[in-house]
């Protein structure tokens, strides 16, 4: 079993910045594959990022790349969603998960779920 725990959420402007953050416990963190969803009021949950077990490969959302990095520091049992240039559209519920592989998560499918951190993007 896995317990995680997001923060970090916000209100920003338009083209600012903002650092969430998820820390697990209750298993060896290393051991599982980490990963960002959100959902916007109305909208079906969607994947945003996942990163790998050992944090060498990443994968983004369309909507997202270039503009969010994904990190894991196995050491803290933290992983980390660093959001610039945010849009008006980026607002939503963001969700951390954790599963056992990285494309699992890229799928919807994390074994576990946080309760999710609010970020606000004001035009």
């Known amino acids: 079993q896995v317990q995680l725990v997001e923060s970090g959420g916000g209100l920003v402007q338009a083209g600012g910045s903002l650092r969430l953050s998820c820390a697990a416990s209750g298993r060896t963190f290393s051991n599982y594959a980490m990963g960002w969803f959100r959902q916007a009021p109305e909208k079906e949950r969607e994947f945003v990022a996942t990163?790998?077990?050992?944090?060498?490969?990443?994968y983004y959302a369309d909507s997202v790349k270039g503009r969010f990095t994904i990190s894991r520091d196995n050491a803290k049992n933290t992983v980390y969603l660093q959001m610039n240039s945010l849009k008006p559209e980026d607002t939503a519920v963001y969700y951390c998960g954790a599963g056992p592989l990285a494309w699992r998560i890229r799928t919807g499918s994390p074994d576990y779920w946080g309760q999710g951190t609010q970020v606000t993007v004001s035009s």
């Open positions: 990163i790998s077990q050992s944090g060498g490969t990443t």
